[in-house]
């Protein structure tokens, strides 16, 4: 499900296990192998964080331990 700025909507509560999270990039987001992300280029893989982020009730520190790129980086990705 979209918003009307065309986000994706998934409320999680703040303690979800990283399964979950888990389990929406893999059937949301159509990407098998979440450790492959690390590869993609820059460009493709923030707008991948750029998803993940809209998701209510995921932190950033949530986003970094899942898919394997340090903080900093998901830091620097801002949500359009």
Do not use: P, W
């Not at 499900?1 to 986000?7: E, I, L, V």
């Not at 999270?21 to 990407?31: A, E, K, N, P, S």
């Not at 192998?33 to 750029?50: D, F, L, T």
């Amino acid at each position: 499900r979209y918003d009307a700025n065309r986000r994706y909507i998934l409320t999680l509560d703040f303690k979800e296990k990283d399964e979950e999270l888990i389990y929406f990039i893999r059937t949301q987001l159509g990407i098998k192998n979440i450790q492959e992300i690390q590869k993609y280029s820059a460009n493709y893989r923030n707008e991948i964080i750029q998803k993940i982020k809209c998701i209510k009730g995921v932190t950033q520190q949530q986003i970094s331990r899942v898919l394997g790129i340090h903080l900093r980086i998901i830091q620097r990705v801002r949500v359009k």
